[in-house]
C-alpha cells in the first residue's frame, strides 16, 4: 500500500513532478493549470516497465485533486485503490516486457 510518506512534500511537487512505483504500478503526481483558474494536482498511475513518456496512453488512468496537503491525501487514497481494483494488471506488469511495441 502506498503510504502519505512515500510521496515528497508539497514544496517539491510545486517545483517539479514527482514518479515512483508499488507492486507493478508505476505513478507520477505533477501540478497542473486548473481550467477554473488555479492549480491542480494531476495523478497518473500505469503499469510497468516503461515510464512516462514510453508508456502508451491508452494505458494510462488520471485523476485530478486539489494542489495542497488534503489533495495528496486524497490522491494517495485513488492511488491505492486503483492498486487494489486492478491487482491483476499490476501483478501482470512483469510479463508486459515482450509485448509493448515501441
Not at 514544496?11 to 486548473?34: A, I, N, P, S, V
Request: hydrophobic content about 35%; overall charge negative; charged content about 35%.
Amino acid at each position: 500500500m502506498i503510504q502519505r510518506d512515500d510521496i515528497l512534500s508539497m514544496e517539491y511537487l510545486k517545483k517539479t513532478e514527482f514518479t515512483g512505483c508499488h507492486q507493478g504500478m508505476r505513478y507520477r503526481l505533477e501540478q497542473t493549470e486548473d481550467p477554473e483558474g488555479g492549480k491542480k494536482l494531476l495523478v497518473t498511475v500505469w503499469p510497468e516497465p516503461f515510464n512516462f513518456l514510453k508508456t502508451p496512453e491508452e494505458k494510462k488512468q488520471r485523476a485530478m485533486f486539489s494542489f495542497d496537503e488534503d489533495g495528496v491525501v486524497d490522491a494517495v487514497g485513488w492511488m491505492n485503490d486503483r492498486l487494489f481494483e486492478n491487482k491483476k494488471l499490476w501483478d501482470e506488469a512483469p510479463s508486459h516486457w515482450d509485448t509493448y511495441q515501441m
